[in-house]
């Protein structure tokens, strides 16, 4: 399933590059910009398991999540050439991973995960008239993933904390709208790819999430420098 979808995403973005190569009149004012963005998501994960047993394990009605965050993007457009690079941070606040064992005295597992990603991105710019536009692309980049998490069987619980990194790879399509020379606003979707999670390895087990990936909504603010 997640073959499919990830083929569906790039064939349909390929589809509106080609159409945007064809079609594009013109790019971006060229220079250096920088921007801010919120983040809104629908997070899950999938693949669930632990680590080195055979003990069927199962999500406890958390997922898919709501997840939200911020980002921070430097990047540069060119003149006559309608594409822009740039290099961003984003960070994600708290995915929920709630899971429980199928045992005679099961383990429930709960995993609090934030992530900080970098990425070197690159976008298409499509401009539709007036004032907006439409871009399309994609970043490369790795996330790190902080995990908080908490084994409880009975009455006795454990914590244990671990940090990990992952390649990290997604797609975007967004619109664009100038307030004036220097100043525009910016709505976009994306599909991102976070790689795995894994909790630290422990005398209570280790869980571990094979895929977890993100369908986001962000709006920003940019400015020409």
């Known amino acids: 399933m997640r073959t499919i979808r990830t ?11 080609a159409a945007a190569i064809l079609w594009a009149p013109g790019a971006a004012a060229e220079g250096y910009y920088a921007g801010l963005k919120v983040v809104g998501g629908i997070s899950d994960v999938s693949g669930l398991r632990l680590g080195g047993e055979t003990t069927p394990v199962g999500l406890i009605e958390d997922s898919p999540e709501a997840v939200a ?5 430097f990047g540069r457009s060119f003149t006559g050439f309608p594409i822009r690079v740039e290099l961003e941070y984003l960070w994600r606040y ?9 045992e005679t005295d099961p383990r429930l597992i709960k995993a609090n995960v934030a992530t900080q990603s ?3 991105n690159a976008f298409y710019d499509i401009p539709l008239g007036g004032k907006w536009g439409l871009y399309l692309g994609g970043g490369l980049g790795y996330a790190h993933h902080s995990a908080e998490t908490r084994f409880i069987q009975g009455a006795d ?5 671990d940090g990990q990194d992952e390649f990290s790879w997604k797609t975007a399509i967004g619109v664009r709208r100038d307030l004036n020379d220097r100043w525009w606003l910016d709505f976009s979707y994306r599909y991102t790819d976070l790689g795995d999670v ?4 422990g005398p209570r087990g280790q869980l ?7 369908h986001d909504l962000l709006a920003g603010l940019h400015f020409r420098l």
């Open 94 to 102: 708290r995915f929920d991973i709630d899971a429980v064992t199928t």
């Open 157 to 161: 619980s454990l914590r244990v904390d």
């Open 198 to 201: 894994r909790t630290a390895a």
């Open 208 to 214: 571990i999430a094979g895929d977890y990936f993100t």
């Open 118 to 120: 970098f990425y070197l």
């Open 69 to 73: 965050g911020l980002a921070a993007a």
């Open 7 to 17: 083929a569906c995403i790039f064939t349909h973005l390929a589809l509106l590059t």
